[in-house]
């Protein structure tokens, strides 16, 4: 695994790097009233492609939301950079001509699918397999959102990110079942819940990573701290687990990302 680098952006956002093909998932994100977003110095590194972001060869979203993805930050990308490949769930992109003229101007690889429970579909990009499926977004209010999960094959891992996945149904196990797992990426409420621990312990990842954790100035709802805590308590019934509780982490060896000033 000594050259793939897999560094904690922002929030949900992950880079995943290797020598040949640099994948940012959910990484083009920004500011709600309750989840941290890109912070200007990163997005600024981003958009000059600054180490460690200086090269982006294909952009991932789980789904539309602006904790996940921002329109305006990712046109703004896309009009100063040049990427290969783009996944975006149908419907998230909505009346965005002038974002879909640019996506064809620059001839990239637009890979948008319909929500349809039964999709399960592989993109290979570089040395890379993209595995993609749908899953049920959390919670009532979101439960008809667009939203898949990937797997991502690369340098001989195998990595998952449920995004926002429902943690009250065995959705990813069945989707995941026999699959060996290396690294796996869940939001809170996985580690909070009972259905949520079981889909963490049946998955079975090796190394397990909860994310999307507001800072302490967002944490209206007590997310993070509810977080400290159940890691404290559940931690010996799982597989080996961290919290991701800063932005800049290269979660290889959970250290600080050194990046260019």
């Avoid at 998932?25 to 180490?51: P, Q, R, Y």
């Avoid at 009972?194 to 397990?208: D, F, H, M, Q």
Wanted: a negative charge; glycine letters at 4%; hydrophobic letters at 40%.
């Amino acid at each position: 695994m000594h050259d793939l680098k897999i560094i904690n952006v922002a929030n949900c956002g992950v880079l995943i790097k290797t020598k040949s093909t640099n994948i940012l998932v959910d990484g083009l994100n920004s500011e709600t009233e309750h989840f941290d977003g890109i912070d200007s110095k990163s997005l600024h590194d981003m958009m000059a492609c600054i180490e460690p972001f200086e090269r982006i060869d294909h952009l991932l979203f789980t789904h539309g939301h602006q904790d996940h993805y921002d329109y305006k930050v990712m046109k703004s990308y896309l009009e100063k950079n040049k990427i290969q490949g783009l996944f975006l769930p149908k419907g998230a992109l909505k009346d965005a001509t002038d974002l879909i003229q640019l996506i064809e101007r620059k001839d990239i690889e637009f890979i948008e699918p319909q929500y349809d429970i039964h999709v399960n579909k592989e993109w290979v990009v570089g040395d890379a397999v993209i595995t993609y499926f749908c899953t049920i977004h959390s919670g009532e209010a979101y439960k008809e959102i667009p939203h898949f999960a990937f797997l991502i094959t690369v340098e001989g891992q195998k990595i998952y990110f449920s995004g926002d996945s429902d943690f009250t149904t065995d959705d990813q196990v069945q989707r995941l079942m026999n699959v060996d797992i290396d690294i796996a990426f869940y939001n809170p409420y996985h580690l909070n819940t009972i259905s949520g621990r079981e889909i963490i312990r049946e998955v079975n990842a090796r190394r397990n990573f909860i994310y999307h954790i507001p800072s302490e100035g967002k944490d209206v709802f007590r997310i993070r701290k509810q977080a400290m805590q159940d890691i404290v308590k559940y931690r010996s019934e799982l597989p080996t687990l961290d919290l991701i509780l800063s932005q800049l982490l290269e979660l290889n060896n959970m250290v600080p990302c050194a990046a260019k000033k």
